[in-house]
């Protein structure tokens, strides 16, 4: 399918990177998991105390509901939404009037959903713009604990790209104007979970994974155009792993984590360049790259972790170009931090915590539970020397980066926070059920 095309030429001289160029992506958050695409920022510098009271630079409610991460760049926040409208299509039977099709009995919505785009004033809070990406009504349901906006968006920049799954990609400049639009079909994710992988730009190149009931797949487009480069199958179900690009032994790796496989693709041909078998179900955790070798955890119907080698070719399951591995503690939805050597992840969706010698996989301490968290979604990160972890009940633990659990502060919110952190500058970026929080020093 062609993209509808709505401007034909960017600036010649425009350039499209992932990775840190300068200091300009490493003092911002651009993507999923920030600059490196580890849970760092290597400039930043937030507070370790706040409250409804203390450090709050401003608190902004948002329209709709959508657990994907703010990103930063310069003066701008960008947030994606999905927002019941509450016209109903009556052809359609209400959900509660609906069989029950799935374990969860998640059902299909009857009302059409505006699926936004928030261009928000990184100082003040302020709505800049918005913009409805499209208006619809989804084909199918999602997990309570999920939504129709949970894949992050992504910058290089000077192009916003926003991808709502089924509902479609979107390409934006930063003052909101649309450039170009994708529908890349519908998924049919399992149980009706909802979908959640993030896109990923690297070299003028979007990568995106959707693994799920019906025919998963992998798909390059070229982020200038949106045209796709190109497609390929993949024998997965459902995951929602977002991959991790890295230029590394000669090719640029696209690695995906999923249940069958962790799969390294040639980002320019496509091919496969190794693959290796040993995680378990429904794989959320998105792969961290340590030097030569790339982390890669699951935590559901069991637990697992690897550390791969990238300098293979073929099949290297149960091989010893494995480093290290692990069955114990890993988590569900949180990625991992991996921070200067030390790995942090939680084990399933619960607080308890376990750090890692990423080098080694030996446990530098845990799993040890972290007392006033609730149930964790969202994933930590880290800066200044300090790892911040979110529960659910609006809990903050700031943790000194160490080999050993120290506790620096504990922080509340009056909200529920699923979605992960940003962190730039000296502000910490929260988004909760209700609000979006800029935490700054007073």
Not at 12 to 21: I, K, P, R, T, Y
Not at 172 to 181: H, P, Q, R, S, T
């Amino acid at each position: 399918m062609k993209p509808k095309l709505l401007l034909v030429t960017f600036v010649a001289a425009m350039s499209f990177h992932s990775s840190a160029e300068g200091d300009t992506f490493s003092d911002n958050w651009h993507q999923w998991r920030g600059p490196d695409a580890t849970g760092v920022s290597p400039t930043a510098n937030p507070p370790v105390e706040w409250s409804e009271e203390k450090n709050v630079k401003w608190k902004v409610a948002i329209d709709g509901r959508g657990t994907s991460t703010p990103i930063v760049w310069g003066d701008k926040v960008f947030v994606l939404t999905a927002i019941n409208t509450g016209v109903k299509d009556r052809s359609i039977p209400d959900p509660e009037d609906q069989p029950k099709t799935n374990f969860f009995d998640i059902k299909r919505p009857n009302a059409q959903h505006e699926f936004v785009v928030l261009c928000l004033d990184r100082n003040t809070g302020q709505e800049l713009w918005r913009q409805v990406a499209t208006t619809k009504i989804p084909h199918e349901g999602a997990h309570n604990d999920n939504d129709f906006a949970s894949a992050s968006p992504t910058t290089d920049g000077n192009h916003l790209f926003c991808w709502f799954g089924s509902a479609g990609l979107y390409c934006y400049d930063l003052d909101g104007k649309k450039l170009w639009e994708r529908d890349l079909g519908e998924a049919k994710v399992g149980s009706s979970l909802g979908e959640g992988c993030s896109p990923v730009l690297h070299d003028g190149k979007l990568v995106i994974v959707r693994d799920h009931a019906g025919q998963s797949t992998i798909e390059v487009l070229d982020a200038e155009s949106g045209d796709t480069l190109w497609k390929r199958k993949r024998d997965e179900d459902n995951a929602w792993a977002t991959p991790r690009v890295i230029e590394h032994s000669g090719k640029t790796q696209v690695i995906t984590a999923a249940s069958n496989a962790v799969r390294s693709y040639d980002l320019d041909s496509g091919e496969i360049i190794w693959q290796c078998s040993g995680l378990t179900g429904n794989v959320i955790p998105c792969p961290v790259i340590d030097g030569d070798y790339v982390i890669c955890m699951s935590g559901y119907q069991g637990y697992a972790a690897m550390a791969i080698s990238l300098t293979q070719t073929g099949d290297i399951s149960g091989s010893d170009k494995i480093r290290w591995k692990t069955d114990r503690g890993t988590p569900y939805i949180p990625s991992p931090l991996l921070y200067d050597g030390l790995l942090f992840y939680n084990q399933s969706n619960q607080s308890i915590l376990t750090c890692l010698d990423s080098k080694t996989g030996e446990a530098a301490f845990g799993p040890e539970r972290i007392g006033q968290l609730s149930n964790i979604y969202a994933s930590p990160v880290g800066a200044a020397g300090r790892v911040y972890i979110i529960g659910r009940n609006g809990t903050t633990l700031v943790l000194e980066r160490s080999s050993q659990m120290k506790v620096i502060a504990a922080n509340q919110l009056d909200d529920t926070f699923d979605a992960s952190p940003a962190v730039a500058g000296k502000q910490l970026f929260l988004r909760g059920a209700e609000h979006l929080y800029c935490v700054e020093e007073e």
